[in-house]
């Protein structure tokens, strides 16, 4: 494919990590913030491409990981109410509640539905006008445009029957929450190429002024994952720290101005727990009050006060070390026996994202490289 | 989540949605241009659910590809190496 198969090639591949060694001379920490970065490192073996004293964690950037459980089972509650149909994406059907997840739901004759696009629960909504459809909007600020315009769209049609319960996260606060931790050990971040295509670089140089560490947006595919290393690392060892844009075919420094305003115009900023994290200020997004028609929790308040915002963990998850980058995958004790893809005791086992999902589908196999080589 | 692949416009309809015909190496979708009103039939698009985040600067992308090309004949003698 186009614009994706150029940049797996694995002699520029090589190039760039021999590039990443020459440069290295001290020991560094760096984070790839978003889940869909770490899936490439894992499943293309980047990580074996580094010199022993560059250090790769794993990121919180898994909107499905940090959607607090409390919410999940305001999610599968509304999900089993008569007349309700509940749209989501699917990586979030396997998601463990405090007792069950939303594929139990639908199992038990809730009527749940994977969509690709809020689009499609839109066109939902019109197809039932005598049911309620609920979409389920989880995401950072590359998704979140995206529901805005569902709204927009759903006022302008006059769409009654069509709400969102809203999950969506913010990138920077989490950034931020991470680099004030005690103990952190985070000296430079790979930034998410595609939130930054939406937001803009700005927001970032505001955590390096902060801060002093380096941030380079980075795009997805091994060879800008690699580039974005390099910029990184060049930065590292030169004492400077600015925000620098790897994924220049795609992010322009502005953003994307008409995927912020209707961002702007729908969502306001609001506190957001993360789950295993716990709570980061401003982190969350929430429609604003002009939209609150649209919102599933005003719509059906006496179901969510029902079921609070509580809701219990399971108590061997370790999800909330992994999504900070303290604990890899295969060091969790459930790992791939107790914890598997089929039966996941936390949310990083289950979406597209998460970081123990990446090892278990990737890490027990020894061809990764073979990968990159041979391009898709 | 933030999975985003490029794809090429085909066809744009009218419409407040400004539905456009993508092609993903040759697998056609239905995608909303209304975040990226700018695209013509031609451009390449990045598509995250459904919606156009951007319009993809092949010059930039060439840019790239051209520097990694220019690393990869630096780094021919290291090509033995693990
Ligand atoms: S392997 Fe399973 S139990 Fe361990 S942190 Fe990951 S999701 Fe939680």
Known sequence: MKYVTEFRDSKAARALSEAIRRTVRRPWTVMEVCGGQTHAIVRFGLDALFPPDLTLVHGPGCPVCVTPVGLIDQAIHLASLPGVVFCSFGDMLRVPGSARDLFAAKAAGGDVRVVYSPLDALALAQAHPDRQVICFAVGFETTAPAFAAAVVQARRLGVKNFSLLVAHVLVPPAIGAILNAPGNRVQGFLAAGHVCTVMGCEEYDELVRRHRVPIVVTGFEPLDILEGVLLLVRQLEAGRAEVENQYARSVRRQGNPEAQAILREVFEPAPRAWRGIGEIPQSGLRLRHAYAEFDAVERFRGDVALVGEGGVEDAECRSGLVLQGLLKPPDCPAFGNRCTPERPLGAPMVSSEGACAAYFRYRRRTDSLQEVRHGE | ?82
């Open chain 2, 1 to 82: 989540m933030c999975l985003a692949v490029p794809g090429r416009v085909l066809h744009i309809e009218e419409g407040p949605l400004l539905t456009a015909t993508v092609s993903f190496g040759g697998v056609t979708k239905d995608v909303s241009l209304v975040l990226v009103p700018e695209a013509t039939v031609g451009d390449y698009v990045i598509v995250h659910v459904g919606f156009a985040i951007s319009k993809l600067d092949e010059q930039a992308a060439q840019r790239s590809l051209e520097a990694f090309a220019a690393l990869s004949e630096l780094g021919e003698p290291e090509e033995s190496a693990p």
